[in-house]
């Protein structure tokens, strides 16, 4: 095998039964990625340096593609209604095929960590068929310096080969495209999908079913930390603002999606950020705009203008536009990855039914029932004329994550909350005025202020109503906020058609909380929404 680049002379990647009669690239930098990338017409250059990919077909994650070998250790642990089973068999002959299938390609190899506590890292090795794949990867996870790549020990492999087909019949997959999970041996591999945010989230799921045995709770959210030391996590599904409030100039970013709470605080699993880039503008997030204009960032599925530089108003390819970068990108990010217990605990949703307040103080019952619900809303994409939102509930804000039981994770977090002691918040960041197609997105700029008043402590001593429809605590009036907007009702011109929209809202809660039911006790079942009797 013909190898290039630094690696821990016992670990080649024949420990993972890889071989090929191409060249090995053992953990490229940033510039030998670019000059790979482009040498192989993977990917091109922005005016300002970046880097631009095109992912074709899949553009975002495939959950329904993702599968999880079922054996005697992870049988008794893993919540199987959630998660699909493939048996050691078909794994076995999948893996065996990932390796025919590598055996003349040149592969990229990158040593990194999963999480910022040197107690509990994963030393995660990924191979990857694509360059740009390589540095994307390298931008997301934490890097080991030289000495510690000399001496790394691959605790984990993820195996990224997009030009493999998995065969239905063979693998037991569901379509060409696979993702396949051995939690037991610690092996991912993903084949017939270039989106690259698959590799950084297969960590995450390796984590979220490690975790919990060790007592960490591992969560999808974004933190940072005051200049006191005081941290805030931000829950939230994709897309309702983790990456983009936790990039906040008066405050030191940890990460922007997936971080553990354990006994000494909480850390980052990752080194790195995916921000999404669709309409990104230096006026409302100028940190994360900068970091598209300067070298070594990775963007995905942007298009560029005649000039080369990107368009972030095209949604051309995708809605889901994104680009990576390492967390140093950020002026003020965080040199260890780690920080103190929460003080305040954010959870995001993108209302889009424009029903629930832009912020809400939770009971820790509250939080709890929020946390197992896991609501945004999504809608369609513009061009297709569709005005109608949609309600998700994906649990724990990260369904397609999350191996094992939501109660395992809800009780975790609520042993951390009471201990803690940590203020709770329910933030929207969604849609105000109206529902999607009659109102408007909630403004950045009023989320941030709301939200500096959370975290600052000043927002608790104000005066507070009790929401009729979800029976949390609402402020008033807010320094610097329209107060307007703070009462959502009073933002429709339609008081019936708002209060039609808050009870078919409350009726989805319901409904989805159904089967949660049985898992938690009376104080949570306590904290639903109150169905109306009848609107007027
Ligand atoms: N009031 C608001 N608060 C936060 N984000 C907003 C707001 N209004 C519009 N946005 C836009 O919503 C998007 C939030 O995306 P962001 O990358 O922060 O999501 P995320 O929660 O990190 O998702 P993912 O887990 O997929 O990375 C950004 O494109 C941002 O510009
Ligand atoms: O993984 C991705 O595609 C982006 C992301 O962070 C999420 O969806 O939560
Ligand atoms: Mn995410």
Not at 355 to 383: C, D, N
Not at 482 to 487: E, K, T, V, Y
């Amino acid at each position: 095998m013909s190898e290039v680049g630094t690696r821990n002379p016992a670990c080649a990647i024949d420990r993972i039964g890889l071989k090929t009669s191409g060249v090995v690239r053992y953990n490229f930098g940033a510039a030998a990625l670019y000059e790979e990338s482009i040498r192989r017409n993977e990917a091109r250059l922005t005016a300002h340096g970046a880097l631009v990919a095109e992912t074709g077909q899949h553009t975002g994650r495939s959950p329904k593609d993702k599968f999880v070998v079922r054996d005697a250790a992870t049988e008794p642990h893993v919540w199987w209604d959630n998660n699909k089973a493939i048996s050691p068999a078909q794994f076995e002959t999948l893996l065996a095929d990932f390796r025919a299938h590598a055996a003349d390609k040149d592969l990229y190899v990158q040593d990194l960590v999963g999480g910022a506590d040197a107690e509990l890292k994963l030393p995660t090795r990924v191979i990857t068929e694509f360059a740009w794949h390589s540095l994307f990867i390298r931008n997301l996870l934490i890097r080991p310096g030289k000495t510690e790549l000399e001496q790394f020990v691959p605790e984990m492999t993820i195996i990224d080969l997009p030009s493999f087909r998995a065969d239905p019949a063979r693998h037991g997959s569901r379509t060409e495209t696979v993702i396949a999970v051995d939690l037991t041996r610690k092996i991912v591999l993903i084949g017939g999908t270039s989106y690259a945010g698959e590799m950084k989230k297969s960590v995450f799921t390796m984590l979220n079913y490690l975790l919990p045995e060790k007592g960490v709770m591992p969560m999808h959210c974004s933190a940072n930390e005051g200049a006191g030391g005081d941290a805030a996590i931000f829950f939230g599904l994709s897309g309702t603002g983790k990456t983009t409030l936790s990039a906040d100039p008066s405050r030191t970013l940890i990460g922007d999606d997936e971080h553990g709470w354990g006994p000494h605080g909480i850390f980052n699993f990752e080194g790195g950020c995916y921000a999404k880039t669709i309409k990104l503008s230096a006026e409302a997030e100028p940190e994360i705009f900068a970091t598209t204009q300067r070298f070594g960032t990775v963007l995905e599925n942007v298009i560029l203008d005649a000039d080369g530089a990107p368009d972030f108003n095209d949604g051309r390819l995708t809605e889901n536009t994104r680009c990576a970068y390492p967390l140093d990108f950020i002026p003020n990010a965080s040199k260890t990855g780690r920080a103190s217990h929460p003080k305040n605990i954010i959870m995001l949703t993108a209302d889009a039914f424009g029903v629930m307040p832009p912020i809400a103080r939770l009971t820790p019952a509250q939080a709890m029932y929020h946390f197992l619900s896991g609501y945004t809303a999504k809608v369609a994409g513009t061009e297709k004329g569709v005005t109608e939102p949609e309600a998700t509930f994906s649990t724990c804000f990260g369904a397609p994550f999350m191996p094992r039981h939501p109660s395992e994770y809800g009780n975790l977090l609520r042993e951390l909350i009471a201990l803690h002691g940590a203020d709770c918040w329910l933030v929207n960041t969604g849609w105000t005025g109206g529902a999607y197609g009659t109102g408007k997105r909630m403004p950045i700029k009023a989320t941030r202020a709301l939200l500096a008043a959370a975290l600052d402590g000043s927002l608790k001593a104000t005066e507070f109503r009790t929401d009729a429809n979800f029976g949390f605590e609402v402020p008033v009036a807010v320094p610097g906020v329209d107060s307007a907007i703070l009462d959502p009702r009073s933002t429709w011109a339609d008081k019936a058609g708002y209060d039609r929209q808050a009870a078919r809202l409350v009726g989805m809660f319901a409904v989805n909380f159904e089967k949660f039911e049985s898992h938690v006790d009376a104080v949570v079942l306590g904290a639903a929404p109150r169905m109306q009797e009848a609107a007027e």
